[in-house]
Structure formats: C-alpha cells, structure tokens
C-alpha cells in the first residue's frame, strides 16, 4: 500500500498560497530547483536564517545562497558587474551561482553571507521555485534540504528522509533534473570558480576568462568545507570492491553487471552521470551496503563535478 505522506505535497494554487504565507511568517519550507531540493527562508529574515542553520545542523561560517526570480530585486542586495551581465543573459535562468559584492543598502541579514562581503546568488529554473519566487517580495535563502555534510535530496522522499515532519511543508517537483549543486563562481575578481557544476570551465570561458590558479580562499559559498556529500557509509575512490557485500559504482560498458554493480549511465553520459549520482548513492545506502567502491571517473565535462562531489564524500 503507497504510503502517505501529511507534508509533502504536488504543486496547485492553494499549496502555493499556503507556502507564500509561511514564508512571509518566517517558516521554512521545501522546494524543488532544477539541481537540488532546498530549506527556503527569507533571506531578510533573521528568524527564518536561524531556523535553516538549526535545522541543517550548519556551520556559521558556510553561507547560503540567495535565490532571486530577475535581476531586479537582486540588484537591491549585490553590486552587478560586466562578467555577471554577460553569464547571466546566456545561462539564466539555470544551475549557475555568483559570488558578487554585497550592496551596502542590502536588507539581506549578514548571518546569511557568513558576514562576508560577499553574497552568492542564484536565479533558479524550476517552476515550483518560479511560482513562489514570482509571488513574494523578497528572495529566498536556500541551501541544499539536508543534514549538513549528507547527502544533497533529488526527490521529495529524500528530503522527508531526512527531516521527517520538521518541516510543514516539502513540495513535490519530481526528480530534480540536474541532480547535483551548481557551478559556483566567484566575479569579485578575476572571475574563478569555486565549485564545480554541470556548467562547465569551458561553457564559461566562451563568455568570460577564467582564473585558474589554485590557492587558499575564505569560505564565499557552499560546498567548500573539506567534508560534504556523505551517503553515511565510506566511499572508496577509483578501486573495485573484492566483496560482494560492497557496492560498486560504474559508467559505460566497461564491466559486466553484477547484484552489487550499480551504473550511474550505460553510455558513459556524464551528465546523465551526475543527475544519477546523489539517487544511486542513496539507493546503495538503504540497501544495506557497508562501503562504496567507485570506478574511475573521466575528470572532464560534469566528471569534474562528479568527481568533486566524490572526493569530498569519500573523506
């Protein structure tokens, strides 16, 4: 019998109504993005920040992106530049995030930013945000629906998986279609990128160019602590597993199915990969595997994605 679930709900103009208002009261809710699921709060709202970080189990200093539906309310909050222009008009709405300098007459609460000079935006492109986004006066703070280090949520049951009823509202998008964070990059300076996403290095370097000198740098965004993206079990990278009561993640046709074999793409699609990835890990994970084994991922296109994701979880 298909179980019901009392806050998970499909998209309709009451739902959106009753999300609207919680929000507006400082409540937190879940939606979907094209990426990942998300905690929304206002992000002018110093109650509603504070939920999201008890609620996440977040570090202070990882801050949040802020979601915004145009360009025009987010020009209250950041300073806009010429690299953003040109990205912005080619990749948004979409799964790309900017880390530009923060407008002094911001009404954006410095616990959002990590008070930092700096605010991460994003302009998201799912119709479930859209709608609420379209109705409401302010943006919305949303990191990823999930205990901090775990596991990024793709489908309304992950989200209800990791937070049970803490949460009054979770709405039902399907499966996020991109399936892991988006590209962060940083426009303060000489444009670099922070994390990497299904946008690509060189997506971006037919717009803008592109930093690429490695060295240490305050934390401007998520997905930067050494820790992230944990299924709860170990992760092994780049080996294949001499038990059968290990999982072992593949691509292509390079190995013959087995009962523990699990294939994030059978034609070695990388970005079909990375929208599998988070779902197949956590497949793995309720199906009582102890470890996760990985193949070698190609670090090129969304592998360098994937493979970022991979490494931090396997810590």
Same mark, same amino acid.
Request: proline content about 5%.
């Given at each position: ?69 145009? *360009? ?20 948004? @709405? ?48 949303? @990191? /990823? ?5 775990? *596991? ?98 593949? *691509? ?34 309720? /199906? ?9 991922? @190609? ?17």
């Amino acid at each position: 019998m298909k179980k019901n679930y009392s806050n998970i709900f499909s998209l309709c103009e009451k739902i959106i109504r009753k999300t609207v208002d919680s929000l507006r009261l400082g409540k937190i809710v879940a939606l979907p993005t094209e990426t990942v699921y998300g905690l929304a709060g206002n992000a002018y709202s110093l109650k509603a920040l504070k939920t999201i970080y008890k609620l996440k189990k977040r570090p202070k200093k990882n801050p949040l992106i802020i979601h915004y539906c145009n *360009l025009k309310m987010a020009k209250n909050d950041v300073l806009l530049n010429d690299n953003f222009i040109k990205l912005y008009k080619k990749f948004c @709405p979409g799964p790309i995030t900017f880390v530009l300098k923060k407008n002094r007459k911001s009404k954006i609460k410095s616990l959002a930013n990590a008070n930092l000079e700096t605010v991460a935006i994003r302009f998201p492109n799912h119709k479930v945000i859209r709608s609420i986004l379209k109705k409401i006066n302010f943006p919305l703070a949303m @990191p /990823s629906a999930n205990i901090s280090s775990n *596991l990024s949520p793709v489908s309304a049951l992950d989200v209800f998986d990791e937070f049970k009823n803490k949460i009054n509202i979770i709405i039902n998008g399907g499966k996020s279609k991109v399936g892991i964070e988006s590209t962060v990059v940083d426009l303060t300076a000489k444009p670099r990128i922070l994390r990497p996403g299904i946008i690509t290095s060189k997506n971006l370097k037919r717009f803008i160019s592109i930093n690429h000198t490695r060295k240490n740098f305050e934390i401007k965004s998520p997905g930067l602590l050494k820790k992230h993206y944990s299924p709860g079990i170990p992760v092994i990278l780049n080996k294949k597993p001499n038990n059968i009561n290990y999982a072992f993640i593949i *691509l292509g046709k390079k190995y013959k199915m087995q009962s523990n074999y699990f294939n994030l793409s059978k034609k070695a699609d990388l970005k079909e990969a990375a929208s599998n990835l988070y779902k197949t890990m956590r497949k793995i994970k309720k /199906s009582g595997y102890k470890k996760i084994y990985v193949m070698r991922i @190609p670090n090129i296109g969304p592998g360098v994605a994937i493979n970022d994701r991979l490494k931090k979880a396997s810590k």
